[in-house]
């Protein structure tokens, strides 16, 4: 079952233009944020892992350090020491400040303003759209609705009146015509229901694809009540109507 604020409310959530126009509006927001963050300092490093296959060994011969009667030669035998490692680290950051580039950040920086302000008004033209053919469709199927209801008793009441016709003329009350007359006219009205009803299934399906749901969904809508007189508001004036229109009309806010 749905209100129609409830089908405005799924249709905004679901609806697939509204959902591509809404990923439209967060990407330009995105490159808003990257063309505002050129204005700053920018930091880099770049790190090597180096590895050599040989390295350089410095060699103290035997009895370098000289000769005790004690110990004897220092060293005792040569020794070999390794001068670095095979495998290190070379690292480097710098940090830089744009400072010629300020003329080309700022254009930038405005050009990304002026996308993202044209995605959000794209973004509110189509939730106006698709709000619009929401409430079309919504009240298009009530109506529908009510003329088919309207459609069945209508045949239900033909086929009362063809039954006491076919009573009447097998009694001799009535001519033959007179049921003939009503067998037309519960064809007509069938041909009218069923007209009625292929145009529900393709108001149904309109419906259930504009807010997103799958095309094959039983959709049953509740009639809008009427507001009490104490809940009723007074209607707004031309003027205040035509300074809503121009305050919030997406196609002006982008001119």
């Known amino acids: 079952l749905f209100r129609s604020e409830e089908a405005l409310q799924l249709a ?3 609806n697939s233009t509204v959902r591509i126009s809404e990923q439209k509006a967060r990407e330009a ?3 808003v944020t990257q063309a505002r963050a050129n204005y700053f300092p920018t930091a880099k490093n770049e790190t090597n892992a180096l590895h050599t296959g040989e390295t350089e060994f410095l060699t103290i011969k035997q009895g370098a ?3 005790y009667s004690t110990t004897g030669p220092l060293p005792g035998k040569d020794v070999k020491i390794q001068l670095g490692k ?3 680290l070379v ?3 710098t940090l830089a400040q744009p400072v010629t580039q300020m003329f080309k950040i700022q254009a ?3 050009a990304a303003q002026a996308e993202a302000r044209m995605a959000h008004e794209e973004l509110e033209r189509a939730r106006n759209e698709v709000s619009l053919n929401v409430k079309k469709l919504y009240y298009g199927l009530l109506s529908t609705q009510q003329r088919q209801r309207a459609a069945e008793l209508r045949l239900m009441a033909g086929e009362a009146r063809l039954k006491e016709a076919n009573d009447a003329a097998q009694s001799g009350i009535l001519l033959k015509v007179s049921v003939l007359e009503g067998d ?3 064809a007509e009205a069938k041909h009218t229901l069923g007209s009625l009803e292929d145009q529900i299934a393709d108001q149904t399906n309109s419906f259930n694809d504009l807010v997103g749901l799958p095309i094959e969904t039983a959709t049953d809508l509740i009639e ?3 507001p009490s007189e104490q809940e009723a508001v007074a209607d707004p004036s031309p003027a205040d109507l035509e300074a809503e229109a121009l305050a919030h009309n997406p196609e002006l806010r982008s001119a």
């Open 65 to 67: 350090l000289g000769g």
């Open 184 to 186: 037309a006219q519960i």
């Open 91 to 93: 690292t480097q950051t």
């Open 29 to 31: 927001d995105a490159k």
């Open 86 to 88: 095979q495998d290190f």
């Open 224 to 226: 809008p009540v009427e």
């Open 108 to 110: 930038g920086f405005s």
């Open 12 to 14: 905004e959530k679901q």
